[in-house]
């Protein structure tokens, strides 16, 4: 024995080795990509800059180019009136030397008055000579100074640490994972966090072979994220968390483990009445199954012997839960669940359809008669609705009704608590308590079903939830004020 526990404990040591070797060689490869990867941002960055500086050298240039021929263009305007002023007094100047040659001094005096008038009106006389505009381009200059000290300084942005599950402050309840985590040190460049999560059946740390994918959740601003609407169809799920700033992701968390209990079933069709028609979790009422299945069901009985067949020859819940039994019969219309409940607290849900006539819920030791209906055995424990004319809702054990005076909710949650011998129904929606059976369970229990005229949807993989289990602690703290047939079977 000691020899087989070293031996043991080599092949796990050695399995470990190999996961580490296998997560080795994946942060080898990983290294290489990233690298490249931060490259190509990088080239990404600079050529990005490049362009910004181009297009601002593009902007700044096509100013200065406007400014010069708005500048040209005034000088040229005020060249312009120039010369048509010299042209102008180049006239009257010719004009005032012709006058001076008139001889007649009455002619003269009206010659040089209308000389007078004309210099005194002449454009030469208006003109600015200032030009309107300097030559001077020096108010379109920049300074760089500012921007060639930023390039300068620029550097890598520190990359933000691991952040630190604290796995005290996580919680898993109601079909919900909640994380909480925290950063080693203050850091206010951190610009959100990353999850990332995975389901597991191992409870070690992540493995790289036969593993799911991690799921994301991205851009979390708190230091907290729910987890919710699952389906706890595995019995672990792995955890990590990153921490992102602008620029940079950091590394991931250390991963952590959380245990998700939860109780999955299938419906066992090899158990099914032949009028229902079953697929996984759910069961249809038809009433046409019967008759297609009766030469079936004579040859499987006939060629059936005691012994399970060899492939059913297992240790497994699911394979012992189902047995060698024979279909259910007569006016059971039963099917049964192929996991059987041995031990622990267990919870999951039922939902009808709004035409259903009738049907049961409930749970049965293993290997009923296939005549049997839930709750009219010792061994079966159920509550019933009948919407056959009038509405009836009823808890049945051992062929004993006792009528539930509440309305019928349109889920039920069934709790089932094995080694407490308890068994309780709740409204699921409220989680309203709707009834609840005591008793010292004997044999495993198998979730059961009884559908006339309708169909039922089971939900599995489903977590007790915080309000039931409050209720059971309330209820168990109030001794006797729960009935239950079992006292009166």
Request: net charge neutral; aromatic share 8%; proline share 4%.
């Amino acid at each position: 024995e000691t020899l087989q526990r070293i031996v043991s404990t080599l092949v796990s040591k050695n399995d470990e080795i190999h996961n580490f070797i296998d997560m080795l060689n994946h942060t080898i490869s990983n290294v290489q990509v990233n690298s490249s990867n931060a490259i190509s941002e990088l080239d990404e960055e600079f050529d990005g800059l490049y362009s910004v500086l181009h297009e601002m050298k593009g902007s700044m240039a096509n100013t200065i180019q406007q400014e010069e021929a708005r500048k040209i263009q005034a000088l040229q305007d005020q060249l312009s009136q120039c010369s048509h002023a010299l042209e102008s007094s180049e006239e009257l100047l010719e004009l005032a030397v012709q006058s001076l040659d008139i001889k007649n001094p009455a002619k003269l005096l009206e010659a040089a008055r209308q000389i007078k008038d004309s210099v005194t009106v002449a454009s030469a006389f208006r003109l600015s000579l200032k030009p309107k505009v300097s030559d001077s381009m020096a108010h379109l200059m920049v300074d760089f100074a500012l921007e060639k000290r930023m390039l300068q300084a620029v550097k890598f942005l520190p990359v933000p640490k691991a952040p630190e599950i604290d796995v005290a402050a996580c919680l898993v309840a109601d079909n919900c994972i909640t994380v909480s985590w925290r950063m080693p040190e203050e850091d206010s460049r951190i610009d959100h966090f990353v999850l990332e999560y995975r389901k597991t059946n191992f409870d070690g740390l992540p493995r790289l072979k036969g593993e799911q994918h991690w799921e994301l959740i991205d851009y979390i601003k708190a230091t907290q994220y729910t987890l919710s609407g699952l389906k706890f169809d595995t019995k672990y799920v792995n955890l990590r968390v990153q921490a992102c700033n602008k620029a940079v992701a950091g590394e991931y968390s250390d991963p952590v483990t959380l245990e998700t209990k939860a109780f999955v079933f299938s419906l066992d069709s090899t158990s099914s009445h032949p009028n229902l028609k079953v697929e996984d979790t759910y069961v249809e009422w038809d009433p046409t199954g019967g008759k297609g299945q009766e030469k079936i069901k004579g040859k499987e009985n006939k060629n059936r012997s005691n012994a399970a067949s060899p492939k059913r020859a297992t240790n497994s819940p699911r394979a012992s839960a189902r047995g060698s039994r024979d279909r259910f019969a007569g006016e059971s219309y039963t099917v049964l669940g192929d996991t059987a409940v041995e031990s622990g607290q267990h919870y999951w849900e039922v939902r009808a359809q709004k035409d259903c006539k009738s049907y049961s819920v409930g749970v049965t030791y293993r290997n009923p008669g296939k005549f049997d209906q839930l709750g009219k055995t010792n061994s079966s424990w159920c509550i019933h609705i009948n919407n056959w004319l009038q509405t009836t809702f009823s808890a049945k054990h051992n062929n004993k009704a006792k009528t539930l005076d509440i309305p019928v909710p349109d889920r039920i949650g069934v709790y089932c608590d094995f080694d407490g011998g308890q068994l309780s129904f709740y409204n699921a929606n409220s989680k309203a308590l709707l009834h609840t059976f005591r008793t010292k369970f004997t044999q495993p229990l198998l979730p059961g079903f009884m559908i006339w005229c309708g169909g039922l949807t089971v939900s599995t993989g489903l977590q007790v939830p915080s309000a039931v289990k409050t209720l059971q602690k309330s209820e168990n703290g109030l001794s006797g004020s729960t009935s239950s047939l079992n006292n009166v079977a």
